[in-house]
């Protein structure tokens, strides 16, 4: 219980803004393994803290308006970690055709005009449709996304290659992780019961992530945390947008 707990403690503080103080935390390949379950647990936090705030503010605002300012704090609960992964990619992406190094690149403190206005434009993009779906009330559809987008890298990255001392690899060598495999699928028993065709959603976050990963693999040879938060967003603007349509 007390390894479950610094596992959510450390998903919570680096996935979030929410900082957890704990005393002499230790991190090791167990605490990366067991925080591969609660990361559609964050995204479930996410999504119900976005809900809530709208909802909160249609109290005292027009209900369009709530859902605009609900939609863009939602980058900011989770401190636009994904977001900035965006702009090192594009940018790298666009270094790479000069033969530059797109690892190098993406490290850089400094981003490209490029970068910027391609994550502007995803940003705005990504606003607009949770705007649209919690000015429509389709809650469902934001956590389902929110909690499949992270859900699927449990299944999807063990299909790709990382340095031996990243975070993912570490969290798959741990023993035990079948374990948290099957223990995932309870959020997935609980997305059914918010909708009955969420496993096409699990379906389409799983193929999304794996086309995402794959492109970006073939084109810098590498994976890297910059790469699968890029991924995540990508994935979930895509069945934002699907969601609304089905």
């Known amino acids: ?8 403690a450390f998903s919570l503080s680096y996935f979030t803004v929410f900082p957890i103080f704990i005393k002499d935390m230790i991190i090791d390949k167990n605490t990366f393994r067991d925080s591969l379950f609660f ?8 999504s119900l803290i976005t809900i809530l705030i709208s909802m909160f503010l249609s109290d005292f605002f027009h209900p369009l308006y709530a859902s ?8 900011c609960l989770y401190g636009f970690l994904h977001t900035e992964a965006i702009t ?8 790479s055709y000069s033969s530059k190094d797109a690892y190098k690149i993406m490290k850089e403190s400094t981003i490209g005009a490029i970068g910027a206005l391609a994550t502007f434009c995803f ?12 000015y ?16 699927s890298l449990t299944y999807i ?21 079948n374990t948290v495999r099957v223990a995932i699928l309870l959020f997935v028993v609980f997305a059914l019961f918010l909708k009955s065709n969420a496993l096409v959603f699990l ?30 967003e990508i994935t979930e603007l895509l069945l934002l947008n699907i969601g609304f349509i089905l």
């Open 1 to 8: 219980m007390r390894q479950l707990f610094k596992s959510f």
């Open 39 to 46: 990361l559609p647990l964050i995204g479930l936090f996410i």
């Open 68 to 75: 605009l300012v609900s939609a863009i704090l939602s980058f």
């Open 88 to 95: 090192d990619v594009v940018d790298a992406w666009f270094a």
């Open 123 to 134: 940003v705005l993009l990504k606003v607009a449709i949770i705007t649209y779906l919690l």
């Open 136 to 151: 429509e009330k389709k809650y469902e559809i934001i956590i389902i996304t929110f909690m499949f987008s992270r859900l």
């Open 157 to 177: 990255l063990p299909l790709f290659e990382f340095k031996k001392d990243s975070f993912m690899n570490q969290a798959f060598l741990a023993k035990g992780i």
């Open 203 to 232: 379906f389409l976050a799983l193929v999304f992530l794996y086309i995402n990963l794959k492109i970006l693999y073939k084109r810098f040879g590498f994976l890297n945390g910059d790469c699968l938060g890029c991924s995540i």
